[in-house]
């Protein structure tokens, strides 16, 4: 009531004051902070007239600031407490929690069972079925570092080190706890978790009781377009939810997370917001009250006060606060009991849906010398400015070793100190720091400090099974597995190591993401000083290390090393000496010397050997002698670290790591920057390591590396030139600059090949001077234009219209970011090595930073110079430009902003420009377009300002590597307007944003081109007067692949086809190849081409005689004068492609191989081009992996037209001759499907898909046909047909390659008449039926093999035949008879036939056909006994048909074999008619059995002793016959006849016992005649199947049960269904999965299937297999998706295991697969299942829910009522009747209420109530006379 009462207070809007406080007057402000009390200020009132007024307020003020610095302390883990509502962001996301980071520098810890309940429970479930849910997501995926979240503080405890630990919950229904369903307002922003996903949205978790939030899917696209990557939202997603609407008095919320809205929401007065529902992350409008040095009191939402603190101040308006002023806050935290509400002005929260960004993790552990006091807290800590003018923290722990030697003194502003940045606080957007000299000094701080082969000093935490635990420093803990706790095994670690103990490991593996650290205490690996193997690369052969012994094997030992590399010892690599048992010899964990063999890094593969003395010299000099005669050899292309041993002129001399071999590393290797070469070479000291270089080159044992990246991608990805003859014109190669003279220049690419670049292809622009244009070093792009293979020269081209990217702008962009990449690590270089003042005043400054110099100088020109403590060392100057209109003197303070570093000069350039120094803020996009100017130009790039904003940004120069001279004219100059477009939006490390030059001014060297051009450069247009037909004399200028270009009279240029050359081509030459430069020409003009389209002109056109003249030197145009033109391009282009028809074979010349299209381009005239597609090009699949590399550009080919493209502009040409697909034709085909026991799905050319059969894959069946067959494949194949547009395709070798004579082992069979009598033939099993082995022999014909010619043996089990003879499996068989006109094909897989192996082996013991004589025997012996029993007479009569044996026919019920059958059946006959003769007594016929579900095995029997039951115990069946044989041998005629007499009697007494109608059934002999008189009883049947189940007699249970069906009428459906149900219970509960599912398969068949079904999932309830149960109701769904019965079921199966949620999902799906008119029926039945079993809340919501849209369906109220009675309070009870009798319902039925109403009230109710009832009845029947009447 009291939260009721404070969000609806009575009286007026007069708040209710907090606990323990007087009502406060309307007028005054609720300020929780304000720290003068009433009572204080009532006292000063009354002694106004006091004296000592003056004194006592003095001593107040005092006071007041003392309580204000109190007020605004920081946080602190003393002052959580449970309940406290935090504003938090992820820190990190791992496996089990989350990492968050909370105001002022603390952070807590998320559980993953804390999320929300819908992700607990689906762990549950994960858990509980112990295998991975494909909904559930890791808390990795759905956290992201950075993100905001809304948190709860669950407890504040201390971890087993002593260090406090604050565990937190995000779960809403912990956070939104105070909220109510009445308090929830529209407009309102909540933190809600997706809980469901739903069709048309989603549910959220908003953690209000009694409210369900709805997300539709509609107004949640743009959120999961933008913020979400597209991908739906998860269970147990953490979303910013703001309220749209609130139905239903908060039951229903519509919610929406539109990001711009989110944004948006400010919290107002209007959403009726209180103290004790207050929430973190609210965006509030505020007044600030009072501005204290300590921070700033704040009151909003017109009666609630806050604080901000000095942390979350906005770092751009600090200071400038004043009181009344109006800002946007966002609520950090609230406390649960005093309700202190703390609040940040931060920008970055005042969006509640953005992002926190990281700090760089280089910074992270970073030593800082000198970081500055920007001001101090006595009970907080100090803030310091870094060296790159961030802000960062130190707690007051932080700040010194310890508490006595703390000296706060120390701290006053602007003193300096050297600190260690220990970590990155997102809340407070701050670096933590330490001074404390032993984390300054620790060798490791986090995890990722620590790598694989390091030595660690640590500390025994526990000894524990698994090993023992080592604390390295506070924050890093490691393992010692047990293996590696002592070189031998050590059973009783304890002896040797104690808790506390001091111990050295070395690092085994380290993997930071996961905090995981293993260590080793292996004295041999610890102290070992060979070089410490950790990555398969650095595993070269002959290097020797240690390593330890995991496995040893009989084939031999596998060692592992550091960073989890291992490899193999095989047995011969063992010892000199052979070992026959390794395992014998080796153990695990030992510790061995090893030598490297051979190391496929790759494949992860490593070859050892511990056989050292063949390979290797002795263990103390190995080392160094290997080193020295550097055994250990470099590949080109190999990745290394190096050390810096030696600075000289022209680079560094290093020695490559672990090995110590030395190299040289040139300077200008060192970057493809030029100006960064120079700056690393500088900068770099002796003993410096650089990460990431290759080795480029190695001869005579001195090694040339290189860094520069362009170089090592271009290896990497493996564009190079290994050997001349890989060279073709047309590459693009990434190289180096060798050497530069005057007529080119020399360029060198890896693996030592080098070309010439002459004058007139090193750019597009003029050339006088080679030198101006390159260096010598510098990185370049060149393409190949022609080479000469007898001279083996290259000639190449550097022109950027050639070797340009086809991207300007992102090549741009990524030289660009490079560079400043490079640049960040140079800065780090110098700080970390370089302890000089002028090197740490360097890395400190970053362009944008705004510094306070005093001026130095000002000179004639204008400029100045500056000076400062900060620059100490450096030469600062501001041109004229910058200094702007400013009049500055020596001596005078000005404020600048860094424009440029140059680190090389040790020069600063600044600005005084005031648009620069005061930047507007706006927010910026990526890819955006503006005006910047031109304020600095350096080497490589430009700084410019944004005219809009006034922020720096970087433009580069250059956008090429090749893009190295521009005119004075294209220079960018200062104060020049430039249009630039964003790449980035934030400065990050770089000090300014970084963009590319926008497309205001076009580059004069990227020209547009069209795929159809041919010339490959740009052409000028000269004046001629040349014709169609003239006959010109030109010099070749220069050659490319498919044209030449030729100068005939000084400026007019003219170009050759490739086509145009020579008559006749021979194919595969390339015909430019002829031509050489400066060679003299004569030609005829055949056309001209226009300058700018590079179309064809037609002769009349005005521009011809400004055209490029096309011409040809072809013998046979040359002779013609009346030649014919070239087809003008203008004319319709399928004129052109007119004269080519398909089949035409026609010559073309390669252009290119478009790897995205996966087509080859070629031309075949000068207007003509083609495509070949990739099937096209060979019938060797081979040649289709590479094909670039098979076709070379200019190369002529013989083509085969099949058409045109679909724009009717390019011909479609073919290279293997196939132009379109007609039986017999040979092609290639890509697999695009495989279908198991089917064949494949190819992709044919024209579009088209053809089909083969597993017969035609190969010339020779193999057991698995498709095992080597995969998608994308490439397949030879042959048409066999193409009717009705299906074709099926042949990949037998016999097909696809005719002229091959391998041997045809399986050949085709297409129809019947290919098979002879008596041929044994190979095929795949299609499947087993009753009626026999239906056996492929081709696609078109199946054969029969009846299950007698299967095997040789009685099977009694179908599935036996199914397990050994499954789909797809190849058998050889003999063709018994063909039937050609009905195509019938009768096969046999007898022994005896196919001279094979039986099908069926002789270990499964079966009986065979063929032992006639054993099997009498057997018979003869089983009757023997029966006629002891049974007596002579009956024996006699049995003997005859012993000799008999039957199979059943196709025909029989279960279709299994069972032998001895009729011998069965002829003993009831004869039993039958025995009892037919005695007439004795009358049958009693047995009751029928009605088996509704489960049946069980438990029946007893009441065993009745016969007469004469003393009669002794039968022996077994040998004795009882060697006792009849030789009791017939001995007797004499009268002792016969007497024991005949004897035997009579006995019988007698049998007979009379056997008809007792009481008695009940002992043996099997009983239940025989038992079932013989009543076959049709399934009891009888059951019960007699129970008497064998009691002896454990499994397999004569499931032969009665087999007999039953075969014996019960089958009319008697319900008997049968029995005996089935009794079988599958028998296969549950003693039988395999397999067998229950062929038992269940037949049943289905059998019996009404939905019957079948519905038993089987019964049984499975009843014996707790859930799973199976939940599998088989699932196809049960699909299957019966219309049977209301099924739905139902599993519906009572799901809540009787507790699965609620599932039960209402499984609703939904009823209601969409059942009929509309079977939804009232379906929705009440759930409703009555969850009043029995699930949740009768929810029941009655789904009753509410239907009689709200129903409300006439008389039978749902009466469920209703019935189930209220039984579940319900007597006021619902009563509540429900009051509904129905005032529903306007026909009279018959009103009456029926109102007796049940009396019924009721008259059972439950009191006098008072049943007059009621009587009353309103009496109303009632008023009502409708009254209106009768009118």
Known sequence: MASVEEDFPRGGTQKKPPEGKAPRRPLEQDNLFDTHNEEGSQKRKKIQEDQGKRKKLKAEKKETIKTNAKDFELLTVEALSEGMLLL???????????????????????????????????????????????????????????????????????????????????????????????????GMLLSGLVSSVEDHGYLIDIGVSGAKAFLPRLTSQSYVKSANKGAELKIGQYLNCLIEEVKNNGRIVCLSINQSEVAAAIATEEQNWTLSNLLPGLVVKAQVQKVTPYGITLSFLSSFSGIVDFMHLDPKKAGSYSQSQVVKACILSVHPTSKAVRLTLRQVFLQPSSMLSQLSSSRIGMVVEEAMVKSFHAKAGAVFELDDGTLAFAHLKHLSDTKKSFKPGAFRTGSKHRCRIIDY?????????????????????????????????????????????????????????????????????????????????????????????????????????????????????????????????????????????KGLVPKNELSSEPIPSPEKVFYKGQVVKVIVLKCEPQQEKLLLSFKLMNRAVSEDRGEQIQKKNQEVTYEIGQMVDVKVLKKKDNGLEVSILPDDVSAHLPTMHLSDHVVNCKLLWHWLQEGDILHRVMCLSNKAGHITLCRKSAVISAVQEEQVLRSFSEIHPGMQLAGYVRNIMSYGVFVEFPFGLAGLAPKAAMSDKFVTDTRE????????????????????????????????????????????????????????????????????????????????????????????????????????????????????????????????????????????????????????????????????????????????????????????????????????????????????????????????????????????????????????????????????????????????????????????????????????????????????????????????????????????????????????????????????????????????????????????????????????????????????????????????????????????????????????????????????????????????????????????????????????????????????????????????????????????????????????????????????????VRSVKQSGVFFGLSSSVVGRIQLHNVAPFFVSKQSLYEQYMPEGKLLTAKVLSVNKKESLVELSLLPEDTGKPSVLPESLGLPRCDSDEGKEKREEFKKLKAKRKRGDSEGEQEVKPRKKRARLTDEDDSGVEVYCREEEEEEEDEEEKKKRKSKETKRVEAPRLQVSSGFTWDEGFNVLELPGSNREEESSDSEEEDDALSMRKKQTKKEKEQEKRREEKELSKIEAALMDPGRQPQTADDFDRLVLSNPSSSILWLQYMAFHLQATEIEKARAVAERALKTISFREE????NVWVALLNLENMYGTEETLMKVFERAVQYNEPLKVFQQLADIYASS?????????????????????????????????????????????????????????????????????????????????????????????????????????????????????????????????????????????????????????????VESKSSLAES
């Open 88 to 186: 938090g962001c992820v820190k990190e996301s791992n496996d089990f929690e989350l990492v968050v980071s909370l105001p002022n520098g603390l952070t807590g810890f998320v559980q993953v069972t804390h999320i929300c309940d819908a992700y607990s429970k689906m762990l549950t479930e994960q858990v509980a079925k112990e295998e991975l849910l494909e909904d559930l997501n890791s808390l990795s995926d759905l956290y992201p570092p950075g993100m905001l979240v809304r948190c709860t503080v669950t407890s504040v405890g201390k971890t087993m080190d002593g260090h406090q630990s604050v565990k937190l919950s995000i779960n809403p229904k912990d956070v939104n706890k105070a909220l109510n369903t009445t308090a929830l307002r529209s």
């Open 425 to 565: 606080n997102l809340m407070d957007e701050l670096a933590l720091l330490s001074l404390k000299h032993r984390i300054i000094a620790a060798q490791f701080l986090r995890y990722q400090d620590v790598c694989p082969g390091h030595m660690v000093q640590g500390k025994v935490l526990a000894l524990k099974p698994i090993g023992m635990q080592v604390k390295v420093t506070d924050h890093i803990r490691g393992l010692v597995p047990r293996l590696h706790l002592a070189d031998v095994l050590l059973k009783q670690p304890e002896k040797k190591y104690s808790v506390g103990d001091e111990v050295k490991c070395r690092v085994l593996i380290s993997n930071p993401e996961e905090k995981k650290l293993i260590l080793t205490l292996k004295k041999t690996l610890v102290t070992s000083k060979f070089p410490v193997l950790t990555s398969y690369e650095a595993a070269k052969p002959g290097l020797i290390t240690h390593g330890f012994i995991v496995c040893a094997r009989e084939f031999g030992c596998i060692v592992k090393f550091y960073n989890d590399v």
């Open 773 to 1324: 244009h390159f260096v010598v070093g510098q990185t370049v792009v060149a393409k190949v234009t022609s080479m000469d293979e007898e001279k083996q020269r290259i000639l190449l081209c550097l022109k950027l219209s050639e070797c340009g990217s086809e991207n300007p702008v992102s090549e741009s962009f990524s030289l660009l970011r490079q560079c400043f990449e490079e640049m960040k690590e140079i800065r780090g270089i110098i700080s970390k090595r370089n302890r000089s003042k002028v090197a740490q005043n360097l890395c400190r400054l970053i362009p944008g930073q705004k510094l306070e110099l005093l001026v130095q100088e000002v000179k004639r020109d204008g400029s100045a110079s500056f000076d400062s403590s900060c620059v100490a060392g450096l030469t600062v100057t501001a041109t004229r430009y910058h200094v702007g209109d400013k009049s500055l003197v020596t001596g005078q303070k000005a404020s600048v902003l860094v424009l440029h570093v140059d680190a090389l000069k040790s020069a600063v350039h600044v600005s005084l420009r005031e648009e620069l120094l005061n930047p507007k803020v706006k927010r910026l996009m990526e890819n955006s377009q503006h005006t910047a100017v031109v304020q600095h130009v350096a080497e490589e790039f430009a700084v410019a300002s944004l005219v809009e904003t006034g922020q720096l940004t970087a433009i580069p120069v250059a956008s090429h590597f090749n893009d190295t001279f521009r005119f004075d004219s294209e220079k960018l100059k200062v104060g020049q307007t430039v249009s630039v477009t964003l790449k980035t939006v934030q400065t990050g490390d770089h000090g300014v944003l970084l963009a590319v030059q926008g497309p205001a001014k076009k580059r004069t060297f990227i020209r547009p081109r069209k795929e159809s051009e041919t010339v490959e450069e740009a052409l000028a247009a000269v004046k001629h007067s040349l014709c169609l037909g003239d006959v010109v004399t030109g010099t070749v200028k220069s050659v490319k692949p498919t044209h030449v270009i030729v100068a005939i009279d000084g400026k007019l240029t003219g170009s050759i086809h490739t086509s145009q050359i020579l008559d006749e081509v021979p194919i595969g030459t390339f015909p430019t190849s002829r031509l050489k430069a400066g060679q003299k020409v004569t030609a005829r003009v055949i056309g001209g081409r226009d300058v700018k389209t590079h179309r064809y002109l037609p002769i009349t056109h005005p521009n011809f005689t400004q055209s490029i003249p096309e011409l040809s030197i072809r013998p046979s145009v040359l002779k013609e004068e009346g030649s014919p033109a070239l087809s003008p391009e203008g004319d319709n282009p399928s004129e052109r492609l007119r004269p080519y028809k398909a089949g035409q074979t026609v010559t073309c010349f390669v252009k290119k191989y478009n790897t995205i299209k996966n087509w080859l381009e070629v031309e075949v005239t000068p207007e003509v081009r083609g495509r070949v597609p990739q099937l096209l090009l060979s019938l060797n699949p081979k040649v289709l992996k590479h094909p670039e590399k098979s076709f070379k550009n200019g190369q002529a080919l013989s083509a085969t037209v099949t058409g045109t493209d679909a724009s009717e502009t390019n011909l479609c040409l073919s290279l293997t001759g196939v132009h379109s697909l007609v039986k017999g034709t040979i092609t290639l085909g890509t697999i695009t499907k495989v279908i198991p026991h089917v064949g494949l799905t190819i992709a044919l050319p024209f579009g088209k898909t053809g089909k083969a059969s597993i017969f035609h894959l190969s010339d020779s069946y193999a057991e698995q046909p498709l095992e080597n067959f995969s998608l994308g494949k490439l397949v030879r194949c042959c048409v066999l047909s193409t009717e009705d547009n299906k074709i099926d395709v042949s990949l037998r070798q016999s097909r696809t390659n005719p002229k091959s004579k391998n041997r045809v082992e399986d050949a085709e069979i297409a129809c019947a008449e290919d098979v002879q009598e008596g041929q044994l033939v190979r095929g795949y």
């Open 1614 to 1617: 319900q008997e049968k269904l």
């Open 1664 to 1820: 707790e297999k859930y799973k199976q149960a939940d599998d088989l109701y699932n196809t049960m769904l699909k299957r019966f998706r219309q049977e209301k019965s099924v739905w139902l079921k599993y519906a009572t199966f799901l809540l009787k295991r507790g699965q609620i949620e599932a039960t209402h999902r499984l609703l939904e799906r009823a209601l969409k697969g059942l009929p509309d008119k079977e939804h009232v029926d379906v929705i009440a039945k759930f409703a009555q299942l969850e009043f029995h079993f699930g949740d009768p809340e929810h029941a009655k919501a789904i009753f509410e829910s239907t009689l709200s849209s129903y409300p006439k369906r008389t039978d749902i109220w009466s469920i209703y009522i019935d189930m209220m009675i039984k579940h319900g309070s007597q006021k619902e009870v009563r509540h429900i009747f009051e509904r129905v009798i005032h529903l306007s319902l026909a009279a018959k039925r009103m009456k029926f209420f109102f007796k049940r109403y009396l019924d009721y009230e008259k059972k439950y109710g009191t006098s008072e109530t049943i007059q009621a009832v009587k009353v309103a009845a009496l109303e009632y």
